[in-house]
């Protein structure tokens, strides 16, 4: 019985169905309305805290009806809030299918989150490359990092709301490229990749060999641009600690 009670009273909550939450005594509709209320204005008001940006593109009426349909399709199932909005994007593609750049924008604002409380990584040191074999040596990528695939100017969206500056119209990239998030130090961070970047990263999570990418980029582009570009991406990896340590 209480098992059935217990039920009833989750279908109530979450799908707004009364009809069997009535059984064993519990009549009381009118607090039973309060409980729904206060459950789903506090799932809304979690979403608004985990995607301002987005809110802020699509209205505070439109944001509101996304986060309906949002709590009715996908209830929480996560033991904490913490995780409750994490495919807010799946909702976004069944309302607004024509517009990628809001599922990618929703990306950019989670896993910038996301990101942020990630595992720390130790920043390399010229020091730290010395005598390395270039050949040999393998990269480690930041255990912050996350990728994906682009193909609308989001990321330039998120940073116009971010910084309040003019919001740029969304449009598709001329090519698919890449975003990358990641946390250096104590701030997260977001970059537009191009596909050559894009690529390059998501190959050295498979063969972290810095060799391999080198042979890489030299049958995309040549030997000499190959390699050019090869010490480019290393040098700025490291930099910005997207590389965070390198092994022989």
């Known amino acids: 019985m209480l098992a059935e009670l217990q039920r009833d009273f989750s279908d109530w909550l979450v799908l707004a169905q009364g009809g069997d939450a009535l059984r064993g005594g519990l009549v009381a509709t009118r607090g ?3 409980y729904q209320n206060n459950y789903r204005t506090q799932l809304v008001n979690v979403l608004r805290a985990s995607y301002p940006q987005l809110r802020a593109m699509l209205g505070d009426e439109a ?3 996304l986060a309906i349909h949002h709590i009715e399709h996908r209830p929480p199932s996560s033991w904490t809030l913490d995780a409750y909005g994490a495919d807010l ?3 976004l593609r069944a309302l607004y299918p024509r517009n990628p750049d809001l599922q990618e924008l929703a990306w950019i604002e989670w896993t910038l989150s ?3 409380v990630a595992a720390d990584a130790s920043a390399l040191t010229p020091g ?3 005598g390395i074999d270039w050949e040999t040596a393998t990269l480690r990528l930041s255990p912050s990092l996350r990728q994906r695939t682009a193909t609308t100017n989001a990321a330039a969206i998120w940073s116009a709301l971010q910084g309040e500056t003019t919001l740029p119209e969304a449009e598709m990239l001329d090519a698919p490229a890449g975003f990358a998030a990641w946390r250096q130090g104590f701030r997260s961070r977001l970059r537009q990749l191009d596909a050559i970047e894009h ?5 050295l999570h498979e063969d972290g060999r810095f060799g391999a990418l ?5 049958e995309h582009l040549g030997e000499e641009h190959g390699i050019a570009r090869a010490g480019q991406l290393l040098a700025d990896w490291i930099g910005t600690g997207i ?3 390198v092994e022989a």
């Open 243 to 245: 590389v965070v340590a």
């Open 114 to 116: 996301e990101v942020f």
């Open 32 to 34: 039973l309305a309060a």
């Open 214 to 218: 080198c042979d890489a980029l030299v």
């Open 63 to 65: 944001f509101l009806e």
């Open 128 to 130: 730290d490359l010395d």
């Open 199 to 203: 690529a390059a990263l998501l190959s």
């Open 89 to 91: 994007a799946e909702s």
